[in-house]
């Protein structure tokens, strides 16, 4: 696997641990966390896959032009670059998945809501979900990420001839 696809696919696998791990520790107050608590994680889990696979695949194209133009990186840099355009990303992200989440419900259910009731809560949604993500993730995201990156910038540093 290439050094981008191994750390684009550690980016996604990141964000959603820490997305189900956190709904599951925010609601684990109230009663031991069950399998409600793991379906409400899998509602935002797309738009934080989403947002952390397109923030991975920029930065390592970020990463590329840096590279070519002579500048070095560091692992702590390029983590904090990293976190910046995924919660760039984030409110987008979650913007995107509650209109796809509005138009399956359309499509499906047998009585669907409005749609204009819940498009109205769309900045609502996206204002909260991006302040829990930026309160709850910031910090466990940059441990998880800098090793992530650190291995990235090892492995671009010295190509391997083989593939094992």
């Known amino acids: 696997m290439s050094p981008q696809a191994e750390f684009i696919v550690s980016s996604l696998l990141a964000a959603a641990a820490l997305t189900v791990a956190a709904v599951v520790l925010m609601d684990a107050d109230r009663r031991t966390p069950g399998m409600a608590e793991v379906a409400s994680a899998l509602r935002f889990l797309p738009a934080s896959v989403l947002a952390a696979g397109l923030g991975a695949w920029s930065v390592t ?19 904090l670059r990293m976190l910046l355009v ?68 090892r492995r671009q540093a010295a190509p391997l001839t083989d593939h094992a």
């Not at 998945?97 to 809501?113: F, N, Y």
């Open 86 to 153: 995924v919660f760039l990303l984030f409110p987008l992200a979650i913007a995107a998945w509650a209109v796809v989440a509005t138009g399956i419900d359309q499509l499906v259910a047998s009585r669907p809501a409005g749609s204009a009731d819940a498009l109205a809560w769309l900045p609502v949604i996206v204002f909260y979900a991006s302040l829990a993500a930026v309160l709850f993730g910031a910090a466990p995201l940059f441990a998880i990420e800098y090793f992530a990156c650190r291995r990235y910038l």
């Open 61 to 79: 194209r970020w990463h590329r032009h840096a590279s070519a133009a002579g500048r070095r990186w560091k692992a702590g840099g390029m983590t």
